[in-house]
């Protein structure tokens, strides 16, 4: 019995005794748990309101033109603005010497850029600590499935490595604007500054496909560029110099008596003063006239053959001029290629039609349905519904509305946004054109859309290397490629290294689509019964057949400039076709109605 007991209670501290143990184990482990330093992202120094004055706001990574206009919205706002120089390879190895590895090759070359910038300043004499109390850089930030939401984290990485902790890293979110992405009232957005901003990004635009269109065709050489050099300066200094609309400036005295004292109507009335201002005051007129003029004075020969190459791909690939996409375009160029690029506008009617989509959506779901018999529980609905969705559509509608205006002051010859509509339709059969990351179904329906309207003779589609959106569509393509045979796309991923590889493979597929350029203009000048040198000759007797914006009518089923400049010249020695007259300010309505519609038929003469 004794014995059975003494067992008993042995038993019982043993359990005593690992129960203990077991708790003292526990509490070590919550103590070393304790001891370790989470990572918290870092709070970041604001920039105030009061550092306007001194602070300068870093940015790039655009094409020359938008920056330059960017700048000047900047500046017109108060605020000190400078452009990072375009980055270049030993920005990129910078970048990959203090950033983490596998990353995108936007983040390498802006953040090595940003670097290689910022030891420049150290250099000119200036403490570090100066350069982080006297300098903030502004880039764009995002979320989603693709290293682009990494951006922000792996730009202070860098820096941090880089001896620079505590610069700060402005972000324009594309999903919240500026206001709700910085936070801060240093950066603040206004009327004004939206429109000039706006401003920036659209006449960036124009320009832009302007330069492509008129630069390989221009008979004396770099006149475009030395004309673009002249004109971009001065459309940033008017925005930068012009009066800023008040109603009390403008509106006759009555009005503005009675506006005393009703600050809301003073202030819609304001706000509506301010917007018709930038977009049809007589000095934004003047300004795009003054440019008008001017590139419209460059003499260009659109006899020469040249394929037609449309580029696409990931936004900072496609959009950027320097080492980043190994000067692709400029290489295109000197190989005899007509470059069709990207505009930003595309992006941000996408950026709509996603939002715009997504509200559709998840109508059931944001807006729950009422009892079947309450009818003005439904009514109410589909009013917050409507109105909700209307907000996108204002944007899409306004911004497509302004983008054709400022086309048309500017010549005529600029192409109009694509419709993101039919992008989707494109798309939809081979790609879900709600899955996000990068340009979504675009890079697919891009292909699909100038293949179809034979708007180019050859796709060019440049990406990050490793880059995930860009690789799920490049899978896609090869199901495209059968269904389409005769398309010619070519994917190209950009690196810091592979320069000679891409430029190699470019020139390959470039030779096909030469061909095409070729074989179709020698088709279109044999339909005209005439001679290339009486073609010629009829060219030089008749002067304003030289111009860039004279408006060539356009031809279904006919890529090339070249090709439908033939057609055109034929039907004018034939008595088939009058001359068109050289623009003005509503240039051209035609060709941007008709060329770019959905229909590859309309318009033809």
Same mark, same amino acid.
């Given at each position: 019995?004794?014995?059975?007991?003494?067992?008993?209670?042995?038993?019982?501290?043993?359990?005593?005794?690992?129960?203990?143990?077991?708790?003292?184990?526990?509490?070590?482990?919550?103590?070393?748990?304790?001891?370790?330093?989470?990572?918290?992202?870092? @709070?970041?120094?604001?920039?105030?309101?009061?550092?306007?004055?001194?602070?300068?706001?870093?940015? #790039?990574?655009?094409?020359?033109?938008?920056? *330059?206009?960017?700048?000047?919205?900047?500046?017109?706002? +108060?605020?000190?603005?400078?452009?990072?120089?375009?980055?270049?390879?030993?920005?990129?190895?910078?970048?990959?010497?203090?950033?983490?590895? #596998?990353?995108?090759?936007?983040?390498?070359?802006? @953040?090595?850029?940003?670097?290689?910038?910022?030891?420049?300043?150290?250099?000119?004499?200036?403490?570090?600590?100066?350069?982080?109390?006297?300098?903030?850089?502004?880039?764009?930030?995002?979320?989603?499935?693709?290293?682009?939401?990494?951006?922000?984290?792996?730009?202070?990485?860098?820096?941090?490595?880089?001896?620079?902790?505590?610069?700060?890293?402005?972000?324009?979110?594309?999903?919240?604007?500026?206001?709700?992405?910085? #936070?801060?009232?240093?950066?603040?957005?206004? &009327?004004?500054?939206?429109?000039?901003?706006?401003?920036?990004?659209?006449?960036?635009?124009?320009?832009?496909?302007?330069?492509?269109?008129?630069?390989?065709?221009?008979?004396?050489?770099?006149?475009?560029?030395?004309?673009?050099?002249?004109?971009?300066?001065?459309?940033?200094?008017?925005?930068?110099?012009?009066?800023?609309?008040?109603?009390?400036?403008?509106?006759?005295?009555?009005?503005?008596?009675?506006?005393?004292?009703?600050?809301?109507?003073?202030?819609?009335?304001?706000?509506?003063?301010?917007?018709?201002?930038?977009?049809?005051?007589?000095?934004?007129?003047?300004?795009?006239? *003054?440019?008008?003029?001017?590139?419209?004075?460059?003499? @260009?020969?659109?006899?020469? &053959?040249?394929?037609?190459?449309?580029?696409?791909?990931?936004?900072?690939?496609?959009?950027?001029?320097?080492?980043?996409?190994?000067?692709?375009?400029?290489?295109?160029?000197?190989?005899?290629?007509?470059?069709?690029?990207?505009?930003?506008?595309?992006w941000v009617m996408y950026v709509l039609w996603v939002a715009?989509?997504?509200?559709?959506?998840?109508?059931?779901?944001?807006?729950?349905?009422?009892?079947?018999?309450?009818?003005?529980?439904?009514?109410?609905?589909?009013?917050?519904?409507?109105?909700?969705? *209307?907000?996108?559509?204002?944007?899409?509608?306004?911004?497509?509305?302004?983008?054709?205006?400022?086309?048309?002051?500017?010549?005529?010859?600029?192409?109009?946004?694509?419709?993101?509509?039919?992008?989707?339709?494109?798309?939809?059969?081979?790609?879900?054109?709600?899955?996000?990351?990068?340009?979504?179904?675009?890079?697919?329906?891009?292909?699909?859309?100038?293949?179809?309207?034979?708007?180019?003779?050859?796709?060019?589609?440049?990406?990050?290397? +490793?880059?995930?959106?860009?690789?799920?569509?490049?899978?896609?393509?090869?199901?495209?490629?059968?269904?389409?045979?005769?398309?010619?796309?070519?994917?190209?991923?950009?690196? +810091?290294?592979?320069e000679i590889n891409a430029h190699s493979r470019v020139q390959?597929?470039?030779?096909?689509?030469?061909?095409?350029?070729?074989?179709?203009?020698?088709?279109?000048?044999?339909?005209? +019964?005439?001679?290339?040198?009486?073609?010629?000759?009829?060219?030089?007797?008749?002067?304003?057949?030289?111009?860039?914006?004279?408006?060539?009518?356009?031809?279904?089923?006919?890529?090339?400039? *070249?090709?439908?400049?033939?057609?055109?010249?034929?039907?004018?020695?034939?008595?088939?076709?009058?001359?068109?007259?050289?623009?003005?300010?509503?240039?051209?309505?035609?060709?941007?109605?008709?060329?770019?519609?959905?229909?590859?038929?309309?318009?033809?003469?």
């Amino acid at each position: 019995m004794s014995t059975e007991l003494r067992t008993r209670e042995q038993i019982e501290r043993e359990i005593v005794r690992q129960v203990e143990a077991e708790r003292a184990r526990l509490q070590e482990h919550l103590e070393r748990r304790r001891a370790v330093a989470h990572f918290r992202r870092p @709070v970041e120094r604001p920039f105030t309101a009061a550092e306007r004055g001194r602070v300068t706001i870093l940015f #790039g990574g655009l094409t020359a033109k938008h920056e *330059a206009l960017v700048k000047g919205a900047f500046q017109a706002a +108060g605020y000190k603005t400078e452009i990072l120089p375009v980055a270049d390879v030993a920005a990129f190895q910078l970048g990959k010497e203090y950033g983490n590895n #596998g990353q995108c090759n936007p983040t390498y070359f802006t @953040v090595g850029q940003l670097i290689k910038y910022l030891r420049h300043l150290e250099s000119t004499g200036l403490s570090r600590q100066e350069i982080i109390d006297s300098y903030v850089f502004f880039t764009a930030g995002s979320c989603g499935p693709c290293r682009f939401g990494m951006y922000e984290a792996e730009y202070r990485l860098a820096l941090h490595n880089a001896g620079f902790d505590g610069f700060r890293v402005l972000l324009f979110q594309q999903t919240d604007g500026i206001r709700a992405a910085t #936070g801060e009232p240093g950066l603040k957005f206004t &009327v004004d500054f939206g429109m000039n901003a706006f401003s920036a990004l659209t006449v960036g635009d124009v320009l832009n496909d302007l330069t492509y269109q008129i630069r390989p065709f221009e008979v004396q050489e770099r006149e475009t560029d030395r004309v673009m050099a002249e004109v971009v300066p001065e459309l940033t200094r008017a925005m930068r110099e012009r009066t800023v609309y008040e109603i009390e400036n403008r509106a006759p005295a009555w009005l503005v008596e009675r506006l005393r004292g009703r600050r809301m109507l003073r202030n819609t009335l304001n706000t509506l003063g301010k917007i018709r201002d930038h977009l049809y005051g007589p000095h934004t007129v003047e300004a795009l006239s *003054a440019a008008r003029e001017r590139i419209g004075a460059i003499d @260009v020969d659109r006899l020469r &053959v040249k394929p037609l190459v449309k580029i696409t791909g990931e936004f900072w690939a496609q959009t950027t001029e320097g080492d980043g996409n190994f000067r692709m375009f400029s290489f295109l160029e000197r190989e005899g290629a007509q470059v069709m690029v990207e505009p930003i506008g595309t992006w941000v009617m996408y950026v709509l039609w996603v939002a715009t989509v997504n509200r559709i959506r998840r109508k059931a779901i944001d807006h729950p349905a009422p009892p079947w018999w309450d009818v003005r529980g439904w009514l109410a609905r589909e009013l917050r519904f409507r109105s909700r969705l *209307a907000y996108f559509q204002m944007g899409n509608w306004f911004w497509n509305h302004q983008y054709r205006h400022l086309i048309r002051h500017l010549g005529g010859l600029a192409h109009p946004l694509v419709s993101l509509d039919e992008l989707a339709a494109l798309a939809a059969p081979y790609y879900n054109v709600l899955a996000r990351g990068g340009e979504g179904h675009m890079e697919v329906a891009k292909n699909i859309y100038y293949t179809v309207h034979r708007k180019a003779h050859m796709v060019l589609s440049l990406k990050p290397f +490793g880059c995930m959106p860009s690789s799920q569509s490049d899978g896609v393509q090869a199901a495209v490629m059968n269904h389409f045979k005769d398309m010619i796309f070519l994917p190209i991923e950009t690196s +810091g290294e592979g320069e000679i590889n891409a430029h190699s493979r470019v020139q390959m597929a470039l030779g096909e689509a030469k061909a095409k350029a070729r074989a179709e203009f020698a088709q279109a000048l044999a339909s005209t +019964g005439r001679s290339l040198n009486d073609v010629r000759r009829f060219i030089d007797a008749h002067p304003v057949l030289r111009r860039p914006f004279y408006c060539v009518p356009p031809r279904a089923g006919v890529t090339g400039t *070249a090709a439908q400049f033939v057609l055109h010249v034929g039907d004018l020695m034939a008595g088939r076709a009058r001359f068109s007259p050289l623009p003005g300010p509503a240039a051209c309505s035609r060709r941007t109605a008709s060329v770019w519609s959905s229909a590859p038929d309309e318009g033809a003469p």
